[in-house]
């Protein structure tokens, strides 16, 4: 499947990185202060908010309508509150093995990272964050609104050890397949950031979802894999020095 195909399967949003850092993506502006604010519904059906309750076409509560009876008439029809606005999961998976300390590749890292905290917060997205280093991931943040907790970990963060990023990845595929499945009209998107500095690796399928890669490699001789495990996750990729 085509990666636009392929986005649109995952909730219909185009294009595939809308969401992640502005930095990152240079797409969407940011608002206005409160531009953002999600109204809260009118007090009169006729209203500037609309309704507290969807039109006569919109979707049934039925455990709500049940629970006062079996219905007889279009009136005895509990309707369900107006949509929400679909929620946002961004995880971002962090390599931050010893060669990106190098050439000052973490150092932009985090100034990355500490824009994609503030508009997840400004945007009232959730975060995953996945800390690749040492001898295996492990997971910071798992699907919680930003808070200072992670901007301190965020200063705080250095780099050293192995690059488990491989074994990221795959915990990444599995844990976003399985909360998809327990919310599937959750947007979510990924942003990977990595130095590509990995020894040979096996095939792996593409994500399940929207991809940013952001090569993080410095310095006057490069390698150049972070661009061949963008092709194989069929994710977007921008080096670092273009954001």
Do not use: F
């Amino acid at each position: 499947m085509g990666r636009t195909a392929r986005a649109e399967c995952c909730h219909g949003r185009t294009p595939a990185t809308d969401g992640l850092a502005k930095k990152a993506l240079s797409i969407r502006p940011r608002p206005a202060p409160g531009a953002d604010a999600n109204p809260r519904p009118g007090q009169l059906a006729g209203g500037r908010s609309g309704a507290r309750q969807a039109g006569a076409h919109g979707r049934i509560d039925w455990p709500a309508t049940l629970r006062n009876g079996r219905p007889q008439r279009r009136a005895d029809l509990v309707l369900r509150a107006r949509s929400r606005k679909p929620g946002e999961l961004w995880l971002v998976i962090v390599d931050a093995s010893a060669s990106t300390r190098r050439h000052g590749a973490l150092a932009q890292a985090k100034g990355l990272l500490a824009d994609t905290v503030e508009q997840a917060y400004r945007q009232r997205a959730r975060l995953a964050v996945l800390h690749a280093t040492g001898a295996q991931p492990r997971w910071l943040w798992q699907g919680q609104k930003a808070s200072v907790q992670l901007k301190e970990w965020l200063e705080q963060l250095g780099a050293g050890g192995g690059t488990p990023l491989i074994e990221a990845l795959q915990q990444a595929r599995d844990w976003l397949e399985k909360r998809q499945r327990q919310k599937p009209n959750e947007h979510q998107r990924l942003l990977v950031l990595t130095d590509g500095r990995l020894q040979d690796w096996p095939a792996l399928p593409a994500m399940t979802c929207p991809t940013l890669l952001v090569d993080i490699e410095g310095g006057s001789v490069r390698l150049g894999r972070a661009r061949k495990l963008a092709e194989q996750l069929d994710a977007d990729y921008r080096p670092i020095a273009e954001l």
